[in-house]
């Protein structure tokens, strides 16, 4: 299986509502990032976290990392109909090469 | 300040035809990387390269697949004699000198292979 591997695969919720995914992966990191992306376009980066932290904010996201349990998760607070959208964790594996490995992303769907 | 930059944004080919897909970083950014994205899949890396030099291209396709990135002009992803299992959406990112963990994603290129 993939190293980064989101779930839920799709995820329904109201406007206003909160919305959690989770992202789990298999190697050591130095860092892991949350991108999104809307249908049929490029990807958005949202937020960095590193291996050193365990909690990170940017406006209504909320993001958490568990290096002793190799999860993440992104929280979006107060969801809006904008928000709709695919969300990927990416990380880069450990290594200095550059590139990211991505996982198969979570389908948000905020129902106005 | 424009962005990363990818032409054509749609390109359809017959089996067998060559594809290339051009790819324009962000300005000052020194490092190109190509991923690949199959239908309801996450991205897939394929090259990553600086000016004049590949750096890894461990997830390129041994055949077929070229990518390079010139010192002047966009980085080309080249693909020779496609199949239709080449199709799918291709996407570049950049990200500046000494630099690379936030990559910035251009909006892609989608290959279509009758």
């Known amino acids: 299986s993939q190293q980064g591997e989101e779930d839920p695969q799709a995820l329904s919720i109201q406007e206003g509502e909160n919305a959690t995914m989770n992202c789990s992966y298999k190697?050591?990191?130095?860092?892991l990032q949350w991108y999104r992306q809307n249908s049929g376009r490029g990807l958005v980066h949202l937020i960095l976290?590193?291996?050193?932290?365990r909690e990170k904010h940017s406006g209504r996201l909320r993001v958490t990392l568990d290096t002793s349990k190799k999860s993440s998760s992104l929280l979006i607070t107060a969801s809006r109909a904008a928000d709709t959208a695919s969300y990927f964790c990416?990380?880069?594996?450990?290594?200095?090469?550059?590139?990211?490995?991505f996982g198969k992303g979570t389908k948000l769907s905020v129902k106005p | 300040n424009a962005g990363v930059m990818q032409n054509p944004r749609h390109l359809v080919r017959r089996r067998g035809q060559e594809a290339r897909l051009r790819c324009s970083p962000m300005?000052?950014?020194?490092?190109v990387y190509w991923y690949r994205q199959l239908p309801e899949e996450g991205l897939k890396f394929m090259v990553y390269?600086?000016?004049?030099?590949?750096?890894?291209e461990s997830g390129m396709p041994k055949e077929r697949f070229s990518a390079e990135f010139p010192k002047e002009g966009p980085s080309i992803l080249r693909i020779q004699q496609v199949v239709r299992g080449d199709s799918a959406a291709y996407f570049c990112?950049?990200?500046?000198?000494?630099?690379?963990?936030?990559?910035?994603f251009g909006p892609g290129t989608r290959l279509l292979v009758l």
């Open positions: 990112a950049s990200s500046p000198p000494s630099q690379h963990e936030t990559q910035y």
């Open positions: 190697t050591s990191i130095n860092n």
């Open positions: 976290i590193r291996s050193n932290e």
């Open positions: 990416a990380t880069d594996a450990g290594g200095s090469q550059g590139n990211l490995i």
């Open positions: 300005k000052g950014h020194s490092h």
């Open positions: 390269l600086q000016k004049e030099n590949i750096i890894d």
